[in-house]
């Protein structure tokens, strides 16, 4: 079993950055690719970024640019960095674990085996 905790959400600006922290439970986590997805009121969720266990990510068109995708094994801790928000940013951002999830499927939910409870982040005008 992982369970994850998402923190680091918050209300800011346009332009500003925000860094969210993933933190996990679970030994063998350094094995799980982690991914990011966010939902906006109204909105179905959507991926938002992925880090595998051997270093490759991969990031969302909309925020590609704007994203940096990092972990700290040590820590058992994945970091999304996010700068140059936008209001079309806000959202509740979620974390999840997969054990295996290949490089064709990984914006599918489902296809993630663990999920935290999500973490707000507001962008104003």
């Known amino acids: 079993q992982v369970q994850l905790v998402e923190s680091g959400g918050g209300l800011v600006q346009a332009g500003d950055s925000l860094r969210l922290s993933c933190a996990a439970s679970g030994r063998t986590f350094s094995r799980y690719a982690v991914g990011w997805f966010r939902q906006a009121p109204g909105k179905e969720r959507e991926f938002v970024a992925i880090?595998?266990?051997?270093?490759?990510?991969v990031y969302a068109d909309s925020m590609k640019g704007r994203l940096f995708i990092s972990r700290d094994n040590a820590k058992n801790t994945v970091y999304l960095q996010m700068n140059s928000l936008k209001p079309e940013d806000t959202a509740v951002y979620y974390c999840a674990a997969a054990g295996t999830i290949y490089s064709d499927k990984y914006y599918l939910e489902h296809e993630y085996d663990y999920w935290g409870q999500g973490t707000q982040v507001t962008v104003s005008s």
């Open positions: 880090r595998w266990a051997g270093g490759s990510s």
